[in-house]
């Protein structure tokens, strides 16, 4: 049996320690190559805030990681690629506007917010090119066309989101008798008949309130140049 001195254990140690080092080295490295920042999923608001305070580079990470589908959603409403570019561009020149002036508050929810600009640009094209019909008060469906939307794509499902969202709190916003008919109508499916039923008024009075719940509405819309449809 040998006597090793401690001094002489630690070498030995450390030379197989050394070995074993160099089998698996190789193994490590070839699982670890490849992995780089440009692959960590950093979060939107992440490189929102860095873009903000000064990388640049965050923006680009940005683009590429949305454009397909910023892309496919504009060209899906277009179907015209040259037009659709156009719109995707000026759809990055308002973010970065809006981003250089601190003016942006949607932290967290940096698709849904890019993906509604995109939609009011692929708006104002068809107003400007005169393909879309302005709205009347009259037609009490127009303003919800939006919830009429069955295209399954998760960019039209942002926008319905986002859509039914400002209609609840403009609907929050109408006096009580008009807001009561309103509901009964579009949410609930009601006739004017049932609705005059429900509430105890004729079926004119029910009309009326109805008409003037759109009214009310048109007239925030169009202040405040909301987009709601699809």
Same mark, same amino acid.
């Given at each position: !049996? *040998?006597? %090793?001195?401690? $001094?002489? *254990?630690?070498?030995? =140690? ?5 070995? *074993?080092?160099?089998?698996? #080295? ?5 699982? =670890?190559?490849?992995?780089? !920042? ?18 640049? /580079? #965050? %923006?680009?990470?940005l683009i590429n990681r949305h454009q397909s589908k910023i892309f496919g959603f504009i060209y899906s409403k277009i179907a015209d690629r040259d037009i659709s570019n156009d ?12 981003? $250089? &002036?601190? &003016? ?10 890019? +993906?509604?600009?995109?939609? /009011? ?8 090119? $005169? ?35 400002? %209609? ?13 008919? %309103? ?6 499916? !009601? ?10 008024? &004729? ?6 309130? +109805?008409?003037? #719940?759109?009214?009310? +509405? ?12 699809n």
């Amino acid at each position: !049996m *040998l006597n %090793l001195t401690n $001094k002489q *254990l630690q070498k030995i =140690l450390a030379y197989y320690i050394e070995l *074993l080092f160099r089998e698996i #080295a190789p193994i490590l490295f070839k699982k =670890l190559k490849g992995i780089t !920042m440009a692959n960590v999923q950093l979060p939107d608001s992440l490189l929102v805030r860095n873009y903000v305070e000064g990388d640049e /580079n #965050a %923006l680009t990470i940005l683009i590429n990681r949305h454009q397909s589908k910023i892309f496919g959603f504009i060209y899906s409403k277009i179907a015209d690629r040259d037009i659709s570019n156009d719109i995707f561009q000026d759809t990055f020149i308002k973010v970065i506007r809006t981003l $250089k &002036s601190n &003016s942006y508050n949607e932290e967290g929810k940096f698709l849904p917010w890019v +993906m509604r600009i995109a939609h /009011n640009l692929i708006i104002d094209h068809y107003r400007k090119n $005169k393909k879309m019909p302005m709205f009347r008060e009259t037609e009490e469906f127009s303003i919800f066309s939006i919830m009429s939307d069955d295209s399954p794509t998760i960019e039209n499902k942002i926008i319905r989101d986002q859509v039914e969202t400002d %209609l609840k709190k403009l609907i929050e916003e109408l006096p009580a008798d008009q807001k009561e008919v %309103l509901v009964m109508r579009m949410y609930q499916d !009601m006739s004017f008949k049932e609705i005059s039923e429900a509430t105890g008024v &004729s079926i004119n009075t029910a009309l009326g309130r +109805m008409r003037y #719940a759109l009214m009310n +509405m048109r007239k925030v819309i169009d202040k405040h140049q909301i987009i709601l449809t699809n």
